[in-house]
């Protein structure tokens, strides 16, 4: 038997959950790009000093 494309399988979000998952994923996005920014400011404020230290 052929299954029906009418019906969707799986789960249905409703608009708000959508929204909300959109809302979620700006925010993961966000805090990923700011720690990004975080660690490249630290590398350029440390610079080349910190291939001068004693091994």
Known sequence: MMPDDSRQTGIVLTPEEKKRQRQRN???ALA???LCVL???????KG???LNRPM
């Open 39 to 45: 660690f490249w400011a630290i590398t350029i404020v």
């Open 32 to 34: 990923l790009v700011g």
């Open 26 to 28: 700006v925010a993961i």
């Open 48 to 50: 080349p000093a910190m």
